[in-house]
């Protein structure tokens, strides 16, 4: 956490300054929103920091609390949206869900920053009424854990899980998707255990695995090579259990496998497969697990059930289809077909009977258990339908065909091929969707892949002399181990360099283009590629703690996270298949009673069935054509597709509801320094009003600014080192009671002496004597688009230095692009109005706000949102956080702090301009497929359920068999996986390609 002084200096001047320099670790962004405070309340005099206000500060830093509202008034989704989208724009509000039906509304909240009676304040200002029910401190020990869960097949399985698992006591939240095929449930530890959640999984009818329990510590599976006695099980479990850090050890002797809870700061890999070994004199043989994914592990499995599935269908089905279909046209097999057995039974019949039996109730089966599953817990899903319509048609057939095999006069007329062709149909719809999706994650298996599979380890003896080198597998690297990077090779893990200077290149993490200097001290990032030199890397962060590894959850869990189109989707399907049985059941009792009244005449009916068959057919088409699936899969798909593309473009958005907003965004608000300028400035000329040597007054100055991480402070300590002889070494005379001025600047005493840096405010404030000829000097400045610093010694102006911040490339043509987009730029600066006009004429802006502090870009935000535009913020710095969280899409600079990635919902990660236009032309193209997708989920559906039910068959006599309908249902989930895979081909709006061009420059 940042100290709460060197937050006031941040803040100063509505800059900021790069969290690179305060940690050595990379931090990449998270889901949750939490505002960091900014106040100096844990400071004491002087800007000294108290520890123990600073440790309070902290811990209420962290609460949350949870009000639960009730509000009168609303009366339909739009309410609801209305009311959620007031209670988000306030800040300290962490999370808001509101319940149309219930009248309730229940709020995520920081106490710190916000009060009960502001959120209520804030429901009522948007047209409601509303109460406070009851409210609930977050216990700080709440945690997320990730199930990988199998056995869904459509949105209603999602459901029933989610409701089982809400009504569970400790669950806060639960979050299930179906096209990840994983569950993230935030619960509380005291109250419930992961291994209780996944038995109320277990007890929903569906199979959970653990990926992770959401506790800081790891989970490793060893294999173990050996004769696994009961003896060495209980050495083995022991030792293991004796390792500090080692939280608890699972052996399966069937698997030969051991899973290891641990923490990495304590103990590793290295030293459990070495316990191992000793303990067993050499008995067991220790290795990490093969390392396939859980949930890519199940997908295999159930392309190749699928696969294997269909494949034997066919064996049964291809020749039903053919006794019924092909072969009563061929002389000779038609009357060996049609020989009586047992009476009226024929051959054909039998051979029927025999062969759609086992595809019915063998291969057929994960239909009746599916069925079963869902109906036990009092809801519906694709297998009811599917089992429903599929016995219909059997037992039909099978009664049929008993009664021939009964009676010497009754002809039978079977379905058998509906039941088996509709199951081969459906089988082989499930494989090529399963297919399909396993494509949507590929975004997250290339970040894997950035990982080396190998490093070298390097062994020091007591001396600190290199002893040995060993190859060993990445995987097994601790903290604090030295790895060994050739020329070439990628970087094992994150840790700072220890010896040797090389460049790396970063791109594929931080999509900076140009390799990055390293040397000793430098930070690198697991996965980069080491270019020319050799670096000895000490390892910081490991497994789960990595960079990458940090980026990868993101996407996960913006792969999770639904966006809120897909609620009406949610809400539709939850009636579905109720609907369709209705339906179905009411189209084969219309059909008829027509035929039993002869309300048609008997040309309709084919010469192969009478009325009621021709009424059971009808009846069985309508269940099997509607599809729950694609309406399911029509909004998570594309989300998936499209937050995978984003990641491997350097734009990393936080889920749907991000998606969602962005391609709505009209108005897009730009801090200036490190977001429109590149936040490096540099000292580029000195105006002295008194007589005084300038070694001098840059050693004024600079010993006043070298407290601050601000990047003014920055630019004015470099260039104090022109002035010393050995400038890697100089040394700045010490600086007592320092004080940072939010937006304005810093005090202290240099040398006896009162030093102020800042701003024409500050001095006026402190009422120091500011004459014309400094007005006109900043002026001048301004209207240069520089920033004029002042510097005043023991109450007098002594200088102006002019810092100049340059345009970041391409900026100009960034802000054109955006108007051809009908996307209107604003800029809201901490900066004076000269500077800030200058830089705004210079990029094409014509609305600029400068002067602002934190909370006043805030209430800009607000303001054009009260206006009817929908605001996107694009900001890097801490004083950008309020703004990002109060705008309807945050877009923060990955180069920026970790507060202000935190607070956003978009990471630029490259940190260039025009991914701001990449970001919400993709969110646009995301959800133009979205709406494909409903088109086809519903377009089927709404198309097909009536031909289905034979509305046009009175005036085309054309008719729909239940195995095509079966055909189209299947194909409908299919084709919408294949609209959102189309999303991989996203290219990047041509105007970019043309601002790419324009940075390159020759040497």
Known sequence: MVNAGLLMSCLRGGELFHSRNLSPRPHYPSMPKCPKRKSAEATGEAGNVDPEA???????????????FSVFGMTCAACAGSVEKAIKRLPGIHDAAVDVLNDRAQVIFYPAFIKEDTIRESIEDAGFEAALLKEEMKERSALTCRLHIKGMTCTSCSRTIKSALGAVPGVQKAIVALTTEEAEIRYDPMIISVNRLMETVEDAGFEAILITTGEDINRVELEI???????????????LEALPGVHNTDIDAVLHKITISYKPDQTGLRNFIEIIESTTSGHLKASIYPEVRGKELHRNDEIKQYHRSFLLSLIFTIPVFLTSMVFMYIPGIAEILDKKIVNMLSVGEFLRWILSTPVQFVIGQRFYVGSYKALRHGSANMDVLIALGTNAAYFYSLYSVLRAATSENFRAIDFFETSSMLISFILLGKYLEILAKGKTSEAIAKLMDLAPGTAILLGFDSEGSLVSETEIDSRLIQKNDVIKVMPGGKVASDGFVIWGQSHVNESMITGESRPVAKRRGDIVIGGTVNENGVLHIRATHVGSESALAQIVRLVESAQMAKAPVQKLADRISKYFVPLVIALSFLTWLIWFLAGKFNSYPNSWIPTS????????QFGISVMVIACPCALGLATPTAVMVGTGVGASQGVLIKGGQALESAHKVNCIVFDKTGTLTTGKPVVVRTRLLKNIALCDFYEYAAAAEVNSEHPLAKAIVQYAKRFSVEEENYVLPEALDFTAITGHGVKASVRNKEVMVGNKSLMLESGINFPVEASEILTDIERNAQTGIIVSINGEATGIIVVSDPLKPGAREVISLLSSMKIKSIMVTGDNWGTANAIAGEVGIDTVVAEAKPDQKAEKI???QMSGLTVAMVGDGINDSPALVSADVGMAIGAGTDIAIEAADIVLMKSNLEDVITAIDL????????????VWAFGYNIIGI????????????????PWVAGAAMAASSVSVVCCSLLLKNYTRPKGLETIQMSQVIVK
């Open 54 to 68: 600073m440790k309070e500060a902290a811990e209420e830093e962290e609460e949350k609390k949870v009000a639960l």
């Open 862 to 864: 607000k303001e054009l």
């Open 923 to 934: 969110s646009r193209k995301t959800f133009f497929r979205i709406r494909m997708n409903y």
């Open 225 to 239: 090579e050996g004769t696994f006695s009961t003896r060495y099980i209980s050495m083995v479990k022991n030792s």
């Open 609 to 616: 069935m009478d009325s009621f068959q021709l009424a059971l």
């Open 946 to 961: 009536p031909i289905a039910a034979g509305v046009i068959f009175p005036f085309t006599r054309f008719r729909l068999p």
